[in-house]
């Protein structure tokens, strides 16, 4: 591994798939494990294929999501792993508290949503959860692809930024980790190699092809830029991140540099 002036700018967890971020101080990732709690929930379409406990992967059309439904950002959510406690915000304010152990918590957290996705009470929302599986938007391609972690380049955001003179909020991006002092899209030739990050070891395994959800700004809930389509003008392809698995686990914090191989 080089030296280089790459660290860790911020770490995310998101609970509940196509929902809130919420920032961490530090994580310990084990061997071949993605965040612990991340996409851990979902609220699943009722016309859909997903049943209550199903754990078979399902493709993310079956969920409510950024990429369909641009009013989820429109509400702030804080989930408590220890209590199962999930807060819910609009504007500042708080409106709702629910048990998601509680199956009348989580009947609570459907009702609400279905008011935010402008849905009738009969065609709410229905809570996924299913021990030991992650409702992330690769999880169809393997039992390893569900639990990748995923990577952001701050760079690589900003120079888009500048290419299309307009901001381009990370967020967009919803990943687990963002790194800084790396050159932009210097991601994009790691797939295959091994990066240390922290005290952990990473294996670069794919970009992040990118999807409508990027479109909805995070602060506004608007869709207002075309991320995929501006993407594919500008580089000629769809990726912005990164997937990686862990190969060697640890703790990881905010400031932990990032070390990449020698060619890169």
Request: glycine share 8%; hydrophobic share 35%.
């Given at each position: 591994m080089s030296q280089s002036p790459g660290?860790?700018?911020n770490?995310?967890?998101?609970?509940?798939?196509?929902?809130?971020?919420q920032p961490l101080r530090e994580v310990?990732?084990?061997?071949?494990?993605?965040?612990?709690?991340?996409?851990?929930?979902?609220?699943?379409?009722?016309?859909g294929r997903y049943r209550p406990g199903m754990a078979e992967p399902l493709p993310k059309t079956e969920f409510f999501m950024?990429?369909?439904?641009?009013?989820l950002a429109g509400v702030t959510t804080?989930?408590?792993?220890s209590s199962g406690l999930l807060r819910v915000g609009r504007q500042g304010r708080e409106v709702l508290s629910a048990d998601l152990r509680s199956e009348a918590g989580r009947a609570e957290v459907t009702r609400f949503f279905a008011g935010v996705?402008?849905?009738a009470p009969q065609r709410a929302p229905v809570f996924a959860h299913a021990e030991g599986r992650r409702f992330?938007?690769?999880?169809v391609r393997s039992e390893a692809m569900m639990n990748a972690v995923s990577i952001i380049n701050l760079a690589s955001v900003r120079d888009l930024r500048d290419r299309i003179g307009q901001p381009v909020h990370p967020l967009r991006f919803r990943a687990n980790i963002y790194v800084e002092g790396l050159p932009p899209w210097v991601e994009r030739d790691l797939v295959g190699e091994e990066i240390r990050i922290g005290e952990l070891t990473l294996r670069v395994v794919v970009g992040?092809?990118?999807?409508?959800a990027t479109a909805v700004d995070p602060d506004t809930a608007r869709r207002d830029l075309n991320v995929p389509k501006l993407l594919t003008r500008e580089y000629g392809h769809l990726e912005c991140g990164v997937y990686a698995e862990v190969v060697s686990g640890g703790t990881l914090r905010p400031k932990d540099g990032v070390l990449l191989p020698p060619t890169s």
């Open positions: 660290y860790v700018e770490l995310f967890v998101y609970p509940i798939k196509g929902l809130s971020p310990t990732l084990r061997t071949g494990q993605g965040f612990p709690g991340d996409r851990e929930f979902a609220l699943a379409r009722p016309e950024l990429a369909k439904d641009a009013s804080s989930f408590d792993p996705l402008d849905r992330t938007d690769v999880s992040i092809k990118r999807c409508a």
